[in-house]
């Protein structure tokens, strides 16, 4: 069974960087074409998708974020990574990293537990 | 950006009975529309996807309904554990740039 664990600290000081891992076990991670995606929850709100990368490396980014947002993947470590620059208070949240059902225009059907991530001095 | 509006934003109802929860597109996203359930704590759960499709192990009592800009879930026979807070999301554009409703808190009357 596939299996999606969020890593990283939870707590980032504001103008500084936020950095997650996505650990993916139970599959690999470039067995097929997915496009592994980040998504995030504020406390209390609803989901914003962040963006999704490829095993290959190709990324889509929210263009709300894209400035601040880089996405990557690390194939031999079967993970992939977030980091988002220069964060705000706003950018308190539970982070979730998923997979969706196939390749192309599907929703997610695998979830991590989500890590929540504080920003505050 | 297609924006999802999800009604009511609380609703509640009694066990056993039905529960009929809207959600609407600022544009058509076509039958790309999935539902999922997320309970304190947890991952949300997909539902349904297709807009009517139910997904792997979820019980006939939740159904989706709808097309283009309206989309309807309904939970009969409403069970404790489904109590929980339900979101809509369309996954109508590719490139993709998905966005989900601000979901619905389904309550115990």
């Known amino acids: 069974q596939l299996q999606l664990q969020e890593s990283g600290p939870g707590l980032v000081r504001p103008s500084e960087t936020l950095s997650l891992t996505c650990i993916v076990s139970?599959?690999?991670?470039?067995?097929?074409?997915?496009?592994w995606a980040w998504i995030r929850q504020p406390p209390g709100q609803g989901l914003e998708w962040i963006g999704s990368?490829?095993?290959?490396?190709?990324?889509y980014h929210n263009p709300s974020l894209k400035s601040r947002l880089t996405i990557s993947v690390d194939t031999s470590k079967n993970q992939f990574s977030l980091k988002l620059s220069s964060v705000t208070a706003a950018d308190t949240a539970v982070y979730y990293c998923?997979?969706?059902?196939?390749?192309?225009?599907?929703?997610?059907?695998?979830w991590g537990q989500g890590a929540l991530v504080s920003v505050s001095s | 950006e297609i924006v999802m509006t999800q009604s009511p934003a609380t609703l509640s109802v009694s066990p056993g009975e039905r529960a009929t929860l809207s959600c609407r597109a600022s544009?058509?996203?076509?039958?790309?529309l999935a539902w999922y359930q997320q309970k304190p704590g947890q991952a949300p759960r997909l539902l349904i996807y297709?807009?009517?499709t139910r997904a792997t192990g979820i019980p006939a009592r939740f159904s989706g309904s709808g097309s283009g800009t309206e989309f309807t879930l309904t939970i009969t026979s409403l069970q404790s554990e489904d109590f929980a807070v339900y979101y809509c999301?369309?996954?109508?554009?590719?490139?993709?740039?998905?966005?989900f409703g601000q979901g619905t808190k389904l309550e115990i009357k």
């Open positions: 998923a997979r969706p059902m196939e390749f192309g225009e599907f929703p997610f059907d695998f």
């Open positions: 139970g599959g690999s991670i470039s067995s097929a074409v997915y496009y």
């Open positions: 990368i490829s095993y290959s490396g190709f990324t």
């Open positions: 544009q058509s996203v076509s039958n790309n």
């Open positions: 297709g807009a009517s």
């Open positions: 999301q369309q996954y109508n554009n590719w490139p993709p740039l998905y966005t």
